[in-house]
């Protein structure tokens, strides 16, 4: 709350090695202080230490990463004996994985490319980074069609990994990358404010071809002082053009509208697809911004043939949305690629345009197509076409023997015994990589075996996996409920809106901790906590108690009865303000009473948007799992009244 998570960090401190699973160790297994010495002593570098440490495990559940943290120490000291077999004994698995990763950059190191090519070629999931590596390799053997798999990812939206730099400066010296790619690629990070990546693309080019970076940082600092002295030939050559458009975009960043006055003086100069994609930029900071003019700038974009990229092409939809401008909506979602235009948001958008012009017959056609889904536009298009929304029957319990199935899959196992080993993120992957290929019946039997063993978000995540089989109790469950009601039912609030935001914001782990700071099952930020805390005054209260779950509970609780009271007591208001802060989901408003949903949409914070999407459903959810009957989340939504509107007696909530 009151933070822009950049990802969920979770750390667990719980007391104990592991805890008692079928078909795993025990609490009390006499080898837990060996495993956590190897632990220990590979994160050190203690060589001596682990060797002694492995030497002592047995029949510990976790030997195998034991085995794993020697061999991975032992191919930093420059030797892979034995790494073939351990991958053998493991195979099928994500430690085969991930050592059999270790090994290529291993084998890349040392320049053995034949070794290190079939090494590629036996990962099962390669990520980006292996891709590259597998690229970087099949290049030295002289395989050319890694030459075109190189130029793609060029013009792939993703950042370049790491591992992908080295083959792609090979190529680019050699002269085998376009320069036309290059230079667009380039024009493409510096929009993005990627400058680190922006400056690597520039060193691939011909110097006559490259952006001179002395200026390119002189811009980045001061672009209106760019612009305000451009020489008179500012758009003679494309390297001048670069530049002047990465100086109108840099002033974009602060104002839009300063940005767009200056360019209207000066675009004339400029090619008509260089002109379009300036609009293009200009126009989705505006939309960013809740500024009027973005609809007519992605117009204007669209009619010099500028391309848009896929937050462009959401943003003009959500720009037309906010102005309730129907007819754009119409053209914006018209104008979609395919992979965009399948999204339940944009199909749902699309129905309600098609909604708006009258043309009912094709509005329900796209409603159908989502309405079901116990998804945020899944509940609303169920609504949309009059059904309630119903949740499917619940799947026949796992039978002892299914249970007994996922106990004895050593992914599984292994994944909860990380995580109760204080490894959350090895444990997590370890589990997700055990799921692969499992059937309905085999998740449902995971997802109680996590259950069983407190691991809840595990137990969410893959009852979300199912495909026609459904438990709904493990997707969205309500742990801690003898606690937690009591405070809710205190403070006033809707229960299962508290579950919606607890499950998104900690998934009911107990100690999880943000990469902002944000703590324990409501993620509560030191600063709020230690402020609700005097506000309601909880005397006793220190730092060190926000992780103890009455206590998060109670402050969690009293913070979100604080933001509804500030709020107009609109859920929407406040579950974006529970995110993001109150002054933001203020300044969110429009001029003029909002629906709210599309408020929820044209959330500029991509992270508050999905989150209050998320939050708003889950309530839906849990409601219908608890009374058996759907509320409306129409209505739930309702209307954010305009900007201002009860500003001047709202407290000041941090």
Known sequence: MNKKHIGLLLLLTLPGLLLPLPGLAQAAHPEDAAFQAAREAFVKGERIKLTRAVAQLKTHPLTPWATYFKLSQQLEDGSDVGLAEFIDQQAGTYLAEKARG????????????????????????????????????????????????????????????????????RLAAAGELPVDGLQERLRNQLALGKIKEARTIAGWLPTTESLPWRTVDAITDHPARYLASLP???????RDRELVMFAVQRVARSDARVAAARWQEIESRFPAAERGFVWGRLALRAALSHQSEATGWFDKAAALGGTLDEEQHA?????????????????????????????PEWLYWRARAHAAAREQE?????YARIAGQPSFYGILASEALGRPFMLPPRATQPSAEELAAAASRPGLARGIGLIRAEMRIEGIREWNWALKGLDDRQLLAAAEMASSHEVIDRAISTADRTRNEHDYARRYPTPFYAKVEPRVREVGLDPDWVYGLMRQESRFIMDAKSSAGAKGLMQLMPATAKWVAKKIGMND??????????????????????????????????????????????KWRAEQPLEGAIYAETIPFNETRDYVKKVMANAINYATLANGTAPSLTARLGTIRARGFGDGTAETLP
């Open 315 to 343: 943003w003009r939809i959500r720009a037309a949305l906010r102005s309730g401008n129907w007819p754009a909506v119409t053209r914006a979602v018209s104008a979609l690629p395919d992979n965009l235009a399948s999204q």
């Open 232 to 238: 008179e030939k500012y758009a003679e050559t494309r």
């Open 541 to 586: 209260f220190h730092p060190g108690r926000v992780t103890d779950m009455d206590i998060n509970v109670i402050l969690g609780t009293n913070y979100m009865r604080m933001v509804m009271d500030s709020l107009d007591n609109h859920p929407v208001l406040a579950s974006a303000a529970y995110n993001a802060g109150p002054g933001r989901a203020r």
């Open 102 to 169: 270790d090994w290529l950059k291993w084998l890349i190191r040392k320049e053995e490319w034949t070794a290190a090519s079939v090494q590629y070629s036996r990962l099962e999931r390669p990520d980006a980074e292996a891709n590259c590596r597998g690229i970087d390799v099949r290049l030295r053997l002289g395989d050319t069609a890694a030459v075109a798999e190189a130029r793609a990812l060029l013009a792939s939206p993703a950042p370049l990994a790491e591992p992908c730099l080295p083959p792609l400066a």
């Open 362 to 366: 094709a509005a329900q056609a796209l």
